[in-house]
């Protein structure tokens, strides 16, 4: 096995606006592996002309379908890179990597901070930084676990863990209001019970989360937090609607636990009649 080798995994469904651009960013000299969880458009289409290999696997949660990535879809190097399709990492990112790979080896998981992009301006302040998420990690030994939100990942305790400063660029929203608000209803479902996983490694946030609980003072609490405290204000109506759009997301979850978590899910060609309509 190529110490030195490393594998790119994509997980994707329906993203054909994003994945273009993110495979642009994406070093010819590494091979790349989609993992597909039903997409209908050009999806597949444009990962086929790239010269991924594909692997088909209905979505049972980001941890168990790196999961998947990890142990079903034929990686042979050490080290593998999950990217978002909404993500894209710098040059000197694959650069650090290469000249770092022996330093690493006694390393299972890598942590790489992000910056959000909010209709494809930087956020500098607002979300509160360094964000970061496990996304380096060696294929023999790391392996994910469903976080204390019930529906992100996290690496598993048992992993010896390094960090990175070098962030990558994550473009997370553009405009699609509807359909982050239908995504994020769901989402708040499964956070109303926040509670530590067994097994999971869980950040500095992630602690304070749990710690915080769920009453209506943290609703208020996150717009303050985002937009005052942080400097929200300093990213000047990017800031405000992304505070705004979180707030909701906090209030959302509230909502939810006073009402047992019940959720009433809108199908998705709803949600696309609505987007067409701008109602």
Not at 20 to 49: M, Q, W
Not at 122 to 132: C, H, K, V
Not at 202 to 217: A, D, E, F, P, Y
Request: hydrophobic share 40%; net charge positive.
């Amino acid at each position: 096995m190529d110490n030195r080798r490393l594998s790119i995994v994509i997980l994707t469904k329906n993203e054909e606006d994003n994945l273009p651009f993110c495979l642009e960013g994406i070093p010819h000299r590494y091979p790349i592996t989609i993992v597909d969880s039903g997409s209908t458009d050009a999806t597949l289409n444009i990962a086929t002309k790239r010269g991924c290999a594909i692997y088909q696997n209905p979505w049972p949660g980001f941890a168990a379908q790196r999961n998947f990535a990890l142990e079903r879809s034929n990686l042979k190097s050490r080290w593998v890179l999950f990217v978002d399709s909404d993500e894209v990492y710098p040059a000197r990112f694959y650069e650090w990597f290469e000249s770092e790979i022996t330093a690493l080896d006694s390393i299972d998981a890598v942590m790489v901070p992000s910056i959000l992009y909010l209709r494809k301006k930087r956020l500098r302040y607002a979300p509160g930084y360094p964000i970061y998420h496990p996304r380096l990690v060696r294929r023999d030994t790391a392996r994910f676990v469903t976080n204390h939100t019930g529906h992100g990942e996290a690496i598993a305790s048992t992993c010896r863990v390094a960090y990175t400063d070098i962030p990558y660029d994550h473009y997370f929203y553009h405009g699609e209001i509807i359909e982050w608000m239908h995504k994020h209803v769901d989402k708040a479902a499964q956070e109303v019970r926040l509670q530590p996983t067994s097994g999971a490694m869980m950040t500095r946030r992630g602690r304070l989360s749990v710690l915080l609980g769920r009453s209506l003072l943290r609703v208020f609490a996150r717009f303050l937090y985002h937009f005052v405290l942080r400097g929200g204000f300093l990213d000047g109506k990017a800031g405000l609607e992304f505070s705004l759009m979180f707030t909701w997301y906090e209030a959302t979850i509230y909502v939810q636990s006073r009402s047992g978590g019940a959720v009433h899910r809108i199908p998705i060609d709803e949600v696309e009649k609505l987007q067409e309509s701008g109602s």
